[in-house]
């Protein structure tokens, strides 16, 4: 008996989370980034630079969403402008073009509405996290292309029955200490010897701005004898 009432109350869910629900959200954001690292391991919003990019949601539930997402801009970085001391008073600089995709995981605190007449919320904050990769070029190392881990979160507005407007801000914690140096004998490549431990030595990016997304194809569910579209 209680295993038919499982089975019961998960077939009713799955039902009313198809039922309306869109498949698919893309669209288009524009932004900002900074870098923190070896050359600046202090100061957030330091020498921003444009960058602009795609993305597209995967609708999984009100609350659920994977997110796929390539950005490209530049990244700009200067002991100069972080009053950073490196050993026997050294300073560097480094412009690099980069190309940021991801893969992330998005959690809604509030569930969002995508039909109309739900009685979900039109408004959300968001968390994220995931896996994404960055291909840098730039330097005498060349191409460098390296993992990253992405986490950070945002807003959601429901403005339109599919169209959603939102601000997202998130780091990216690279794998590799090749972000800020143009070869291995760079001032920053390792400037304290601490290449032994790659979780001290590596760098960090941010990325943050605003996006928009129009949702499409809606999900197409049969609950017994009825279909819904």
């Not at 209680?2 to 524009?30: D, E, K, M, P, T």
């Not at 412009?95 to 039109?122: C, H, I, Q, R, V």
């Not at 191409?143 to 945002?154: I, K, R, T």
């Not at 690279?174 to 972000?179: A, I, Q, R």
């Amino acid at each position: 008996m209680n295993r038919l009432i499982f089975v019961i109350i998960v077939w009713i869910s799955f039902c009313s989370i198809g039922f309306g629900q869109y498949r698919l959200a893309v669209g288009g954001a524009y932004g900002g980034n900074f870098y923190l690292g070896d050359g600046n391991p202090s100061y957030p919003f330091l020498q921003v630079q444009d960058q602009y990019g795609g993305l597209v949601r995967i609708l999984l539930t009100p609350r659920y969403a994977l997110k796929v997402n390539g950005y490209y801009g530049t990244l700009n970085g200067s002991t100069k402008y972080s009053s950073n001391y490196l050993p026997h008073d050294a300073s560097y600089a480094f412009s690099k073009k980069f190309w940021d995709m991801g893969l992330n995981l998005e959690y809604n605190f509030f569930p969002l509405s995508s039909a109309k007449g739900e009685t979900n919320y039109d408004f959300t904050p968001y968390i994220f996290t995931g896996f994404g990769m960055t291909l840098l070029t730039g330097g005498n190392n060349g191409m460098v292309v390296a993992p990253h881990l992405p986490f950070g979160g945002g807003v959601k507005w429901k403005v339109l029955e599919n169209l959603t407007l939102g601000a997202e801000i998130g780091m990216r914690k690279m794998f590799t200490d090749e972000l800020d140096t143009y070869s291995t004998g760079d001032v920053l490549n390792d400037p304290y010897n601490l290449n032994g431990s790659s979780v001290i030595n590596n760098d960090y990016y941010t990325c943050f701005g605003i996006f928009a997304t129009i949702s499409i194809f809606k999900h197409k569910w049969r609950c017994g004898s009825g279909s819904y579209n």
